[in-house]
């Protein structure tokens, strides 16, 4: 489980084809406290670690494999070599919840309509899958690219968010553009509220 708060932003190495496509990624952290099985919420994504090593200079190089069918649901088959990624280690007994419980389970693809300055924070308009907007409400939370953030508004399969200058600064959203497409990953309370909803008017 994690937060959606970000605390690396890390960088795709390599990327090899191993029957399933294994991703190099270069990060801050230490590689001691890196187990190898350890999950790390890579933009959204829960992944394994399949092998871990120190960088000179400080930080770690890991690796971690993904099947093809992770890919076709995910922005992963978009990442290249140098592309840059929210990172987010798993949450552990006792940390702060600074965010909201998030799984890693990505549930679908939003892509980002629009980016306007709001003050100094940044306002992005974003359209969901149309499966998936009924779970996205006004207040409520998302996770975006591993990103925990509050929806400001929501008309019909498109909804708001800001980002403030920290966040913009220590995530991998000062770097986006209109027209990339973004992971997403529901508020899991929405959905068994949702779920909930529907038996009762059964």
């Not at 400080?58 to 929210?86: H, M, P, Y």
Request: proline share 2%.
């Amino acid at each position: 489980m994690f937060t959606g708060i970000i605390t690396d932003i890390g960088t795709i190495e390599t990327v090899e084809q191993r029957g399933d496509t294994q991703f190099t990624i270069s990060s801050s952290y230490d590689p001691a406290g890196i187990a190898l099985g350890a999950s790390i919420c890579c933009s959204g994504c829960c992944l394994t670690v399949t092998s871990v090593m120190p960088v000179d200079g400080g930080g770690s190089r890991f690796t971690v494999d993904v099947s093809a069918e992770s890919l076709s649901k995910t922005t992963l088959g978009g990442w290249r070599q140098g592309s840059r990624i929210n990172l987010e280690r798993a949450l552990k007994a006792g940390d702060e919840l600074g965010g909201h419980i998030v799984s890693g389970h990505v549930d679908g693809v939003a892509e980002i309509v629009s980016i306007a300055d709001d003050g100094d924070s940044r306002r992005f308009s974003l359209r969901a899958p149309e499966e998936l907007a009924r779970f996205i409400a006004s207040k409520g939370s998302v996770c975006l690219d591993g990103t925990s953030l509050t929806v400001n508004e929501v008309d019909g399969v498109n909804f708001g968010v800001n980002l403030i200058p920290h966040t913009l600064s220590v995530t991998s959203w000062g770097h986006v553009e209109a027209g990339d497409k973004v992971n997403l990953e529901i508020d899991m309370l929405a959905r068994y509220v949702a779920r909930l909803y529907e038996s009762i008017g059964k």
